[in-house]
């Protein structure tokens, strides 16, 4: 079993910045490739970004690639979401999740765990 507790979400205004964290216990957490995902009132849970444990490949979706940095310290078992310049689209409920598989998915079936979300608000 794998632990995830995110943290750091907000308000912030349009252009802003937040540091979302997601801290794993449980189980190896070098051994899991990790994702964000985000999941905005009345739509549908989406991929945002993802990283290997294998190489530490980083994958975006596209509407946040140049603004939005996944990295991870294994050392200290959490893997990061760095938001910069801040639209009001980016507000939704922002999930970590770990994937035993050595690549980044962005299918979110084939992640095994869960945190409970962070909220993000961006305001215009």
């Known amino acids: 079993q794998l632990q995830l507790l995110e943290s750091g979400g907000g308000l912030v205004q349009a252009g802003g910045s937040l540091r979302l964290s997601c801290a794993a216990s449980?189980?190896?957490?070098?051994?899991?490739?990790m994702g964000w995902f985000r999941q905005a009132p009345g739509k549908e849970r989406e991929f945002v970004a993802g990283?290997?444990?294998?190489?530490?490949?980083?994958f975006y979706k596209d509407s946040v690639k140049g603004r939005f940095t996944i990295y991870r310290n294994n050392a200290r078992n959490t893997v990061y979401l760095q938001m910069n310049g801040l639209k009001p689209e980016d507000t939704a409920v922002y999930y970590c999740?770990?994937?035993?598989?050595?690549?980044?998915?962005?299918?979110?079936?084939?992640?095994?765990?869960w945190g409970q979300g962070t909220q993000v608000t961006v305001s215009s």
């Open positions: 990283i290997s444990w294998s190489v530490g490949t980083t």
């Open positions: 999740a770990a994937d035993p598989s050595p690549d980044v998915s962005q299918n979110s079936l084939g992640y095994d765990y």
């Open positions: 449980g189980r190896t957490f070098n051994k899991y490739t």
